[in-house]
């Protein structure tokens, strides 16, 4: 069974402070990760997709990517109110015995941001 | 304008009724799947198509049936054999061109709720 963990939170970060937000997944095989912000009654969007072992910069969010330890993380600089929100982890994998991927989801971990 | 829709917005079945979710994209995505969500969790796969006429069930299909007639259209029926479907409903599409390192869209959801 693949699965795909993190904490639940809440996590509770004062403004302008940097935000970590981490997840570990089963299965080796997985090939690409993907950082997903929902808010409450809204559908999941992308903030940041990973591939490649090391750090991935795009403005504020920093995504962190070690394979052999099957981790990923997510970091928020300079957290602002706005990024209150649940933050999904999803990893991608080869379906076996089919061209076909598809994608688990972490249950997310709930973070806000207080003034 | 392109993008994902789904309809309605809200949708109240009572007890021992089918009913049907749509969703619509205008991306020319070949792949197309459905997610359910329950409060403070993940996105569980329902379904999943990566070409019309052709869908795979996921890891909860058990009470739901779906169709792909065109590129477009992905219809999600919760049949009376769902015991518990209340749940937020979201509809995501992707291309299939670099399998593993394009994203999922979103749809803006459907919340079903039993009555």
């Known amino acids: 069974q693949k699965e795909v963990e993190q904490n639940s939170g809440p996590l509770s970060v004062p403004e302008g402070a940097i935000a970590s937000l981490n997840c570990t997944y089963s299965d080796r095989g997985s090939q690409s990760f993907f950082w997903y912000r929902q808010y409450s009654g809204k559908s999941p969007e992308l903030i940041m997709f990973?591939?490649?072992?090391g750090d991935k910069e795009d403005g504020r969010f920093t995504a962190q990517l070690n394979k052999a330890s099957q981790y990923v993380s997510l970091l928020i600089r300079d957290s602002q109110p706005s990024d209150s929100a649940t933050y999904l982890c999803a990893v991608r994998y080869r379906v076996r015995y089919s061209s076909a991927s598809k994608i688990i989801f972490g249950s997310g971990t709930r973070l806000s941001i207080r003034p | 304008d392109g993008g994902i829709t789904q309809s309605p917005k809200y949708l109240f079945r009572k007890e021992g009724q089918n009913v049907t979710l749509s969703c619509e994209q205008n991306l020319n995505h070949d792949a197309m799947y459905w997610y359910r969500q329950d409060p403070g969790q993940g996105l569980r796969l329902i379904y999943y198509?990566?070409?019309?006429?052709?869908?795979q069930k996921g890891d909860i299909a058990e009470g739901y049936s779906v169709s792909r007639e065109k590129k477009e259209s992905f219809p999600l029926t919760v049949t009376s054999a769902q015991k518990n479907p209340t749940a937020f409903y979201l509809c995501?599409?992707?291309?299939?061109?670099?399998?593993?390192?394009?994203?999922?869209?979103f749809g803006p959801g459907t919340r079903l709720t039993v009555l």
């Open positions: 198509s990566q070409i019309v006429n052709d869908f």
């Open positions: 995501a599409s992707k291309s299939v061109e670099y399998d593993f390192y394009n994203e999922q869209f």
């Open positions: 990973i591939y490649s072992n």
